[in-house]
């Protein structure tokens, strides 16, 4: 059973920098292929992709946090987004997400396994 765990989020000012991290356990080793992601959510909108990151470590990013966000990943499917340049427009809930395949589709959020969520608040 995979289980991914998040840490990190909190309050920043507008233009300050957040690391948010997304621990995954429960990948047996001879299976460790995956595709992770990133989204966000504000009350009221829909979930909105942010970024993902395939098994080769091609990354997608959505058009909103291009040029800022930066996502990573370790050998122990220790996922990361950096997130530079914060902006009021980018508080939200994030997620990560996983899947147990190469690569990921941008944009979609077709992923089996969540991250519990952590809140994201720039103020101006």
């Known amino acids: 059973q995979v289980q991914l765990v998040q840490y990190g989020g909190g309050s920043v000012e507008s233009g300050g920098s957040l690391t948010l991290s997304c621990q995954a356990s429960g990948y047996s080793l001879a299976s460790a292929t995956s595709c992770m992601g990133w989204f966000r959510q504000t009350p009221g909108k829909e979930r909105e992709w942010v970024g993902l990151?395939?098994?080769?470590?091609?990354k997608t990013y959505g058009e909103p946090v291009k040029g800022r966000f930066v996502i990573s990943k370790n050998k122990a499917h220790r996922l990361y987004l950096q997130m530079n340049n914060l902006d009021p427009e980018d508080t939200a809930t994030y997620y990560c997400?996983?899947?147990?395949?190469?690569?990921?589709?941008?944009?979609?959020?077709?992923?089996?396994?969540w991250g519990q969520g952590t809140q994201v608040t720039v103020s101006s």
């Open positions: 997400a996983a899947e147990s395949r190469s690569y990921c589709s941008p944009g979609s959020s077709d992923f089996t396994y």
């Open positions: 990151i395939n098994n080769d470590e091609t």
